[in-house]
C-alpha cells in the first residue's frame, strides 16, 4: 500500500510519542527542528510541521517562540488510577433520581460550562452533512415520512447496522435488527423482555446513573457488581453472585463504560458470554461508546461471541451522530419476538424522517469518514483534559486512561465531597457529575466524572483551573 502524506505524519507522530512515553525523550528536552526532522525522516518539511502540530494538539509538546519545540508532557505522569469499588451484601432497591435532577436542572443554561454532558456538543458533529441527508429523505419516503414505519424499523437504516456489524466481529443481518428511539428506549424494551418486577439485574458500580434510574422506573432491584477501571466486571464475583442473589439479567457497557471509561478484553467477553449461557440469563450490552475508540480498531462486542441468542446488543447514533434525532437499535437475539411485542406495545413505530436520514448518510459512506475525525478529537482532548487535572488538582486526585468514550472518572481524598463540591462549582458556573449519582451504595461521595466532550479552549483550562482550586480549598 502506498503510503500517503497524512499516513506519513501520523506514523512520525506515533514514533515520537512512543519515544516520550518510554522516556527516551524527556519532559523539557528539545525536539529537532523541522528541518532536522524532515532530513531525519526523509520526508518533506510540510509533513514535518504536520508531525508536530499534531503532537502539540495532544498537548505531548509545545512550541517556544524563535526556540523550537520541547516535550512538554509524558503520559507515564499521569496520576494513579482510581480504586476498585468494594463488593456489596445485597441487591438494592434504587433512590437516585432526585439527586440526578439536582445535577441536570441547569442544563438548559447555556452560561455554565457543562463538564455533566457525556455526549460530543452539536460543533464536532456534521450538521450540514445530516441536514442535506434528511432533504434526501423527505424526497424518498413515501408521502415525505409522515406515515407510520413498519414494526421492525426502517429497512435501509436496519440493512446498514447489518454491515456496521462486521466492525466488531460480527455478521449479522437486517431481519436481526429492530430499531427503537434511541438507546435508553433500546434498553427499556430489553429489560421489559427479559425481567419482571421485583426481579434482580446485576449492573456495573460504578454504573450510568440512567440505567439506575430505568431500574427504579420497573420496580426492579440491582445488585451492584466490583468493576476495575481498565478490565471491567469482576467476572470472579459476577458468576458466584448470579445463583447467590437469582439474577435474572445482567446489564453492562462493555466498551468504554460510563462513567470509569473501562474496556473488557475479547477474553473476558467470551467469558461473560459463556457464563450467560451456563446461567441460561440474558445479557443486555450497551455498546454505546464502541464506536469513539483511541485505538487502531473497533473493540469486539460481546455479541461478537454469543452464539446461542443471549445477549441483546443495544447501540445509538446519539454520542457519535446525531443526538436529537434518538435513533437507536437493539439485536435482541433470541428475545427478538418479545421485544418486538413490547415495541408494538410500548411505541408502535419510530420517526420515519431522522432513521431514514441516517440510514442514507450511513449508505453514501460519510459516517465512517465522520467517525475518524471525531475519534482524532476526543482523543486529543482527554489527554489535554487528563494533563490539566493532573497539574491543578490536589496531588493525591487519581484519574481513568480511557482509550475512548469522552469521560473521565477522578477519584479524590476521602475528606472531599463532591456534591458540595458541585454546589460551589455552580456558583462559579461549572457543571459535573458528582460520583455519588453512579451508585446506589452511599459510595463515591469523593468521586466526580468530568465529560471532555467540549472542544479545548481558555473557557476549558480556566475551568478545571477554578475547580482545581475549589478542591484545594475543601481539603
Not at 434510574?213 to 440491582?222: F, N
Not at 467476572?235 to 457497557?253: N, S, T
Not at 475525525?373 to 488538582?393: D, G, P, V
Request: a positive charge; aromatic letters at 8%; one cysteine or more.
Amino acid at each position: 500500500m502506498i503510503k500517503t502524506a497524512d499516513h506519513l505524519y501520523l506514523q512520525v507522530a506515533e514514533n515520537i510519542e512512543q519515544l516520550i512515553e518510554k522516556e527516551v525523550m524527556k519532559m523539557g528536552e528539545k525536539l529537532p527542528s523541522v528541518r532536522m526532522l524532515s532530513k531525519q525522516q526523509g520526508i518533506s518539511l510540510s509533513t514535518a510541521f504536520q508531525a508536530y502540530y499534531h503532537l502539540e494538539g495532544k498537548g505531548l509538546i509545545e512550541s517556544r517562540p524563535k526556540s523550537g519545540y520541547y516535550i512538554r508532557y509524558n503520559m507515564r505522569r499521569m496520576p494513579a488510577m482510581p480504586s476498585t469499588c468494594q463488593p456489596v451484601k445485597k441487591a438494592s432497591e434504587v433512590t437516585v433520581s432526585d439527586m440526578v435532577m439536582e445535577v441536570f436542572r441547569h442544563m438548559s443554561n447555556d452560561s455554565i460550562l457543562k463538564f455533566s454532558v457525556a455526549t460530543p456538543p452539536v460543533e464536532i458533529l456534521p450538521a450540514a452533512k445530516m441536514a442535506k441527508a434528511v432533504v434526501h429523505a423527505l424526497r424518498e419516503l413515501p408521502a415525505g415520512g409522515i406515515g407510520y414505519e413498519e414494526l421492525q424499523g426502517n429497512a435501509l437504516l436496519r440493512g446498514q447496522i447489518a454491515r456496521m456489524s462486521l466492525s466488531w466481529g460480527c455478521a449479522a443481518t437486517a431481519d436481526e435488527v429492530v430499531t427503537t428511539n434511541g438507546c435508553m428506549d433500546a434498553l427499556t424494551l430489553c429489560l421489559s423482555a427479559t425481567t419482571q418486577p421485583g426481579d434482580t439485574i446485576a449492573i456495573e458500580s460504578p454504573a450510568y446513573y440512567g440505567a439506575l434510574q430505568l431500574a427504579e422506573s420497573m420496580g426492579l432491584k440491582v445488585l451492584e457488581v466490583p468493576t476495575h477501571p481498565v478490565t471491567g466486571v469482576d467476572l470472579d464475583y459476577l458468576d458466584k453472585a448470579i445463583p447467590k442473589h437469582k439474577i435474572k439479567a445482567c446489564l453492562f457497557v462493555t466498551n468504554f463504560n460510563n462513567p470509569l471509561g473501562s474496556c473488557m478484553p475479547d477474553n473476558n467477553k467470551k467469558e461473560l458470554v459463556a457464563m450467560m449461557e451456563k446461567y441460561d440469563i440474558a445479557l443486555i450490552e450497551d455498546d454505546i461508546y464502541g464506536d469513539l475508540y483511541f485505538g487502531k480498531q473497533r473493540p469486539a462486542s460481546c455479541k461478537t461471541f454469543d452464539k446461542n441468542g443471549h445477549v441483546l446488543l443495544c447501540n445509538s447514533f446519539s454520542k457519535s451522530l446525531a443526538p436529537g434525532y434518538r435513533v437507536g437499535w437493539t439485536m435482541p437475539g433470541k428475545y427478538k419476538e418479545k421485544v418486538l411485542r413490547m415495541k408494538q406495545n410500548h411505541s408502535i413505530a419510530c420517526g420515519s424522517l431522522a432513521h431514514a436520514a441516517i440510514g442514507h448518510f450511513l449508505e453514501i459512506g460519510r459516517y465512517e469518514f465522520h467517525l475518524r475525525n471525531l475519534r482524532k478529537t476526543l482523543h486529543t482532548q482527554s489527554l489535554r483534559y487528563a494533563q490539566a487535572i493532573s497539574e491543578y488538582f490536589p496531588e493525591s486526585a487519581c484519574v481513568t486512561r480511557p482509550q475512548g468514550g469522552c469521560v473521565l472518572w477522578v477519584e479524590l481524598d476521602d475528606s472531599i465531597n463532591t456534591f458540595d463540591l458541585f454546589q460551589q462549582a455552580l456558583k462559579n458556573k461549572i457543571s459535573f457529575c458528582p460520583g455519588r449519582i453512579f451508585s446506589l451504595q452511599n459510595r463515591y461521595n469523593n468521586c466526580l466524572r468530568i465529560s471532555y466532550g467540549n472542544p479545548w479552549s481558555k473557557q476549558v483550562d480556566d475551568g478545571l483551573k477554578t475547580l482545581g482550586k475549589l478542591i484545594r480549598k475543601m481539603s
